[in-house]
């Protein structure tokens, strides 16, 4: 569509119209499945290889399937490279995005997350104008895929990303824990060093053997459980009930590329609130709280669209696609605090593969038209309420280090939605004047107290 910036795309090329115009969102369909089963399966490797390697093989096998998309021969072929090349960007996205987490202290957890997301963003408001100088589908996947490249040809150097400390201490490897720290304190002196590395050092004489965790025994817990199907299930209305509300704002953007940008605007707002609430109200009361702004909205919608104001409508329709992009990366950041070091990979996986189930609402109701938007609204809808009543059975992770073992896991507990402080008992033990000021009393007094309690023979009898 020249109005896109490309003036040679998929539909042009294999004249996706009318009759065949469901093949668009078929593609968009495989793609973010390609995405959602690159994530459990990159999950898993993450647990079982580490965060490192996983990254490395996804961005090398990124490189020769992005070039396969680009080189395709007929629909079906770009069917097939699309679905996996959309599984190794969702692999290295996701080892990149474990990684990153449990590199950062507390404090800063939330702040470097954003920061990413808001250069993911950036990413995205680039892309229109990369398609302006390319001109044509095929030469923009292969500008894509150039870049992937040139970042795969630095696998070599450990500063492009150094594997986890936490996973390796979690899985009892204090070796490479030890490697791995020196190399993140290298600037620091021999003293510093043998700081970094004495529990690696304890850890070496005790479990000399590494041990690793499948996804199976996530299904053996029950507040790990708990905390990642809330957790998937709240991702998965966030990203899935989003159609809804574009789909009332499509009216008022005709052209694409007002559309796109304006909907990236949402986007960068719900980055923005979340850097501002959810370190100081806490991760469960924001989601929360964008969850209810979500089903209200969503409800009010499905209700009175007809008997409310054009600008009312559009007013609700950005705010629940704003609150809907916060209840997505918030649901996405919770998941990875929450859950151990030792199944972080793989229940994240589970999450994000969740997301992206509920992002393709939108083009598998396309391919319906206009059939079937009432029931598909009602549905999110009615999962948006009772996904605000199952929110309040999370913990809470501000400030909290991250939970390493299965243990710590399940020790997690859901504390008050709104705490209170503690009840102060303003009664004195003793009335003011009868508290003495002289304490040299207190040791005599004790003395003959204890003595009292002797027998004749001198030691108190036992009873």
């Known amino acids: 569509m020249p109005a896109a910036g490309l003036r040679s795309n998929l539909v042009t090329e294999w004249d996706l119209v009318c009759a065949a115009r469901w093949k668009v969102p078929l593609e968009q369909t495989t793609h973010l499945l390609g995405w959602a089963l690159g994530s459990v399966a990159a999950g898993m490797a993450c647990d079982r290889f580490g965060r490192r390697p996983t990254f490395l093989v996804s961005l090398g096998l990124a490189v020769p399937l992005g070039l396969s ?3 395709a021969i007929d629909f079906v072929m770009v069917l097939v490279a699309r679905l996996l090349f959309g599984a190794a960007l969702a692999g290295a996205f996701l080892s ?14 939330l702040e470097v997350t954003m920061i990413a997301g808001f250069s993911w963003l950036a990413g995205e408001l680039l892309l229109p104008g990369l398609a302006v100088l390319c001109r044509d589908w095929r030469v923009l996947q292969g500008a894509v895929t150039a870049v ?3 970042l795969a040809a630095c696998w070599w150097c450990p500063a492009l990303l150094l594997e986890s400390p936490c996973w390796l201490l979690a899985t009892q490897q204090p070796d490479k824990a030890r490697r791995t720290l020196r190399a993140l ?13 004495a529990e690696p050092e304890a850890l070496a004489e005790q479990c000399p053997q590494p041990r690793y965790h499948t996804v199976c025994e996530i299904f053996g817990t029950r507040v790990i459980w ?3 199907v809330i957790l998937g299930f709240t991702a998965f209305i966030g990203s899935g009930i989003r159609h809804c509300f574009t789909r009332n704002l499509a009216p008022h953007l005709p052209r694409f590329l007002p559309a796109y940008f304006a909907l990236r605007g949402p986007e960068a707002a719900a ?6 609430t959810a370190e100081r109200c806490g991760r469960r009361a924001v989601l929360l709280l964008c969850a209810v702004l979500t089903g209200t909205a969503s409800l009010l919608l499905l209700a009175l669209t007809q008997y409310l104001l054009e600008l009312i409508v559009l007013m609700l329709s950005v705010l ?10 918030l649901s996405i950041f919770f998941a990875s605090e ?10 994240l996986g589970l999450v994000v593969g969740a997301n992206l189930v509920g992002s393709a609402a939108a083009p598998i109701a396309a391919v319906a038209s206009s059939r079937g938007f009432f029931l598909h609204h009602l549905v999110f809808a009615s999962f948006a309420i009772l996904a605000v009543l199952s929110i309040m059975l999370l913990p809470e992770s501000q400030g909290r280090r991250l939970p390493h073992s299965l243990q710590e896991g399940e020790s997690q507990r859901r504390p008050p939605l709104f705490r209170r402080p503690p009840r102060e008992d303003h009664l004195p033990l003793l009335a003011p004047r009868g508290i003495p000021h002289d304490y040299s009393r207190i040791v005599p007094s004790a003395q003959r107290a204890l003595g009292s309690g002797r027998g004749p023979a001198g030691p108190p009898t036992e009873t």
């Open 338 to 347: 929450v859950l151990p070091t030792v199944v972080r990979g793989a229940g």
């Open 148 to 150: 992937l490249a040139l």
């Open 320 to 329: 629940g696609v704003t609150a809907s992009h916060a209840v997505t990366m």
């Open 96 to 109: 990149l995005y474990v990684a990153r987490l449990e590199l950062c202290d507390p404090p800063h957890r």
């Open 69 to 71: 998309v680009a080189l």
């Open 271 to 276: 980055c923005l609130f979340l850097c501002v």
């Open 185 to 197: 304190s290298g600037s620091g002196g021999a003293e510093e060093q043998s700081g970094t590395t």
């Open 226 to 228: 708990k905390n990642a």
